[in-house]
Nanobody, 120 residues
Framework: QVQLVESGGGLVQPGGSLRLSCAAS????????MEWYRQAPGKQRELVAS???????NYADSVKGRFTISRDNAKNTVYLQMNSLKPEDTAVYYC??????????????WGQGTQVTVSS
């Protein structure tokens, strides 16, 4: 059994910063791709950033230059550093990790979501 626990959301003023974390625990052999998604009220969930096992990264155009995704394999944790936050970044942020478990099966697991609100 694998669990993902997110932390770091909250209320921040426009132009501020937040750092999200998502730690995986349980029966984990390795983790391939780690991703952050977000979903704003009334909108579809969208991919914000991803990082591969070789540390290759990709970002949505709307966050390029402002957000940075990183990972710590020793801690099975993915981070999202969010700078220069805008009101349109307000959403529930979810992490998604593709995990190889003890049966050598790759399964994607989702975090519980953390609310990010950007408002003055």
């Amino acid at each position: 059994q694998v669990q993902l626990v997110e932390s770091g959301g909250g209320l921040v003023q426009p132009g501020g910063s937040l750092r999200l974390s998502c730690a995986a625990s349980g029966s984990i052999v390795s983790i391939s791709v780690m991703e952050w998604y977000r979903q704003a009220p009334g909108k579809q969930r969208e991919l914000v950033a991803s990082i591969s096992s070789s540390f290759s990264t990709n970002y949505a155009d709307s966050v390029k230059g402002r957000f940075t995704i990183s990972r710590d394999n020793a801690k099975n944790t993915v981070y999202l550093q969010m700078n220069s936050l805008k009101p349109e970044d307000t959403a529930v942020y979810y992490c998604n990790q593709y995990i190889v478990d003890s049966r050598r099966t790759i399964i994607n697991y989702w975090g519980q979501g953390t609310q990010v609100t950007v408002s003055s």
